[in-house]
């Protein structure tokens, strides 16, 4: 099993950053894909980024391509999302996820997801 917990949602202003963390736990050895996800109301669930588990190969969604950046910290076993120049469309439910197998940003294939945190960019 495996554990996610994710923090470090909150409100800013368009412009601003703020840094999500996702603490991993439990059976690490499983997981070969840990990729950050959101949510807004009303739509579905899309991919945002992902990491191969300790290979550092990374994928955006186009939308925040040069604007987020995530990265792994083996020794803390958490995986970030470093979210630069927000806009109001970024607001939404952020939630770290992590699948057995080499993906990409299609949530289906994920199979522990934590709780959310949410983010909300204000105009």
């Known amino acids: 099993q495996v554990q996610l917990v994710e923090s470090g949602g909150g409100s800013v202003q368009a412009g601003g950053s703020l840094r999500l963390s996702c603490v991993v736990s439990g059976y690490i050895a499983s997981i070969t894909t840990i990729g950050w996800f959101r949510q807004a109301p009303g739509k579905e669930r899309e991919g945002v980024a992902r990491i191969w588990n300790g290979r550092g190969t990374t994928r955006y969604a186009d939308s925040v391509k040069g604007r987020f950046t995530i990265s792994q910290d083996n020794s803390k076993n958490t995986v970030d999302l470093q979210m630069n120049s927000l806009t109001p469309e970024d607001t939404a439910t952020y939630y770290c996820?992590?699948?057995?197998?080499?993906?990409?940003?299609?949530?289906?294939?994920?199979?522990?997801w934590g709780q959310g945190t949410q983010v909300t960019v204000s105009s």
């Open positions: 996820a992590t699948a057995p197998g080499l993906l990409h940003l299609t949530p289906v294939y994920y199979n522990n």
